[in-house]
């Protein structure tokens, strides 16, 4: 049985957000290939994870016996989190551009489930599972524009997701595809526009990897469209 883990971090509720749109249309087709398939939801804005401690890091380069109490239940914390990630067949993740980079639940997650020598390292345990991110922006940080030395987003998942969990990174959106308002004003494309983004991307294996990957997830299908007009 195929295991989707969507994870929302805008801070903007529901269709308020432009990336939230767009995730969960991809959702809903997703459930549409898979009706036997289960969807762990982590809406990170409302359910917050804690950010990291001096008690949950350390606590990943001891042993049990050496834990401290406080240890052991930040680290139990993070090991619930990591376990959601490592029975995923498929990740689906928003990432909207907050003031130049992502958002803060959205990092206090990535620093709870990177834990080296299990989901980091030389074999991660994550490795290969692909994953899908909706990148939204308030306009262009493609390379040759004005904020080019703002882009803060993509480079930041591909160190994190691709470069150090092995993940089979793909991204939607791109550089202004999301449409001229940031998130919390402005158009959603349909989702078959945000299909096409790869050509957007900042690097052109970059683009064919992302609409590879879109591909395997739509199975061939339409997506559903986005109603024009939504808020961003």
Not at 67 to 80: D, I, M
Not at 197 to 203: H, I, K, M, Q, T
Request: charged share 20%; proline share 7%.
């Amino acid at each position: 049985m195929a295991t989707l883990l969507h994870i929302d971090s805008s801070v903007f509720p529901d269709e308020a957000s432009a990336s939230w749109s767009v995730t969960a249309a991809f959702r809903k087709t997703w459930e549409e290939q898979h009706p036997e398939g289960t969807v762990i939801y982590r809406a990170l804005a409302a359910d917050r994870v804690p950010h990291i401690t001096a008690a949950a890091w350390s606590a990943g380069y001891a042993t049990p016996a050496e834990r401290t109490p406080e240890q052991s239940a930040a680290f139990a914390a993070r090991v619930g989190l990591i376990e959601e990630l490592e029975a995923a067949d498929a990740v689906l993740i928003d990432a909207p551009m907050d003031n130049f980079s992502i958002p803060p639940p959205l990092k206090a997650w990535l620093d709870s489930v990177l834990l080296l020598g299990r989901t980091a390292g030389e074999t991660p345990s994550v490795q290969g599972t692909p994953v899908i991110v909706a990148a939204s922006r308030g306009g262009s940080y493609a390379p040759g524009t004005p904020r080019e030395g703002y882009e803060f987003v993509q480079n930041c998942l591909e160190a994190v997701l691709e470069g150090t969990l092995g993940l089979d990174l793909g991204f939607i959106g791109g550089h202004g595809i999301l449409g001229a308002g940031a998130e919390g004003g402005g158009r959603v494309p349909t989702t078959a526009t945000a299909l096409k983004a790869g050509g957007s991307l900042r690097r052109p294996r970059r683009a064919k990897r992302a609409v590879a990957t879109n591909n395997r997830w739509a199975g061939g299908l339409t997506l559903p469209r986005l109603r024009d007009g939504r808020a961003a």
